[in-house]
Structure formats: C-alpha cells, structure tokens
C-alpha cells in the first residue's frame, strides 16, 4: 500500500476518486444539496483549499473553493491534523474558535448524513495517510 501525505495532491486525487466511487454519497446527493470549503493554513505546503460539492444527484471533491459555496471551514495545519488523526474532535475546535465556520449553519447540520458518509470515505484514504 503506498503512503500519501496528507492534503498532498495525491491526496486530494485519492478523495476525489473515492467521493466519486461512493454511491452512498451520490444518493444522498440525490435530497441533499451543500458546497463546502476548506482552507488549511501554515501547512508544509502552505494553504490548501479544496472543496465538497454535493447537490443535482452528484457528489464531488477536489481542489479548490465550492461553488457555489454555503459553507467555509478556516483552520491551521496543526489543528487540521489534530481532527484528522482524532487527537482533537472537530466539535472541541468549533467551539473553542480553532475552526472558523462561516456560512450557513443550518445547511451545515441539514446535511449531517452526508458528512456520515463522507467520514467512511475518508476511513479508506486515512489507513494509508502520513500526516507529517
């Protein structure tokens, strides 16, 4: 299995690939609809932004701001690597103000499920993530 860093480009083209082979994500694509930026800062590869799109039956991930975007997510490599390897819940760094949310709350927890399936997706690409 080879290793990838994470949010490296190779990283983001692992996510793609797996968002678009979801079918979970693309029914619910089907009665959800959300765009979703993220923006990591301070990274080793500076500021990454990619982007959840989900809505019309399709679900997608890649590179780059949503649009159109209903939600943005601003946050530090360090914090961003806490969440994603668990040593920090996502919840903890909302609500300490580690995590900017800007955008539309209600979206956000209206598409709950679709962010349940997004965390299976992400499962499969973490076993084989570096997060140096």
């Known amino acids: 299995m080879r290793?990838?860093?994470y949010l490296s480009l190779e990283w983001l083209d692992a996510l793609?690939?797996?968002?678009a082979g979801?079918?979970?994500l693309q029914e619910l694509a089907q009665h959800h609809t959300i765009g979703v930026?993220?923006?990591?800062?301070d990274g080793p590869e500076g500021t990454v932004i990619?982007?959840?799109q989900v809505g019309n039956g399709t679900a997608s991930f890649g590179a780059g701001q949503a649009f159109p975007e209903d939600v943005r997510m601003?946050?530090?490599w360090e914090t961003a690597t806490a969440v994603a390897?668990?040593?920090l819940n996502a919840q903890e760094?909302?609500?300490k103000g580690r995590i900017l949310l800007t955008g539309s709350q209600q979206k956000l927890v209206d598409s709950q499920p679709v962010f349940a399936a997004l965390d299976t997706v992400f499962r499969t690409v973490r076993d084989r993530t570096e997060y140096l």
């Open 16 to 19: 793609t690939a797996e968002v």
């Open 74 to 76: 601003e946050q530090t």
């Open 22 to 24: 979801s079918t979970e």
């Open 37 to 41: 930026t993220q923006v990591v800062a």
């Open 3 to 5: 290793v990838i860093r």
């Open 93 to 95: 760094a909302f609500i």
């Open 50 to 52: 990619y982007h959840l």
């Open 85 to 87: 390897t668990g040593t």
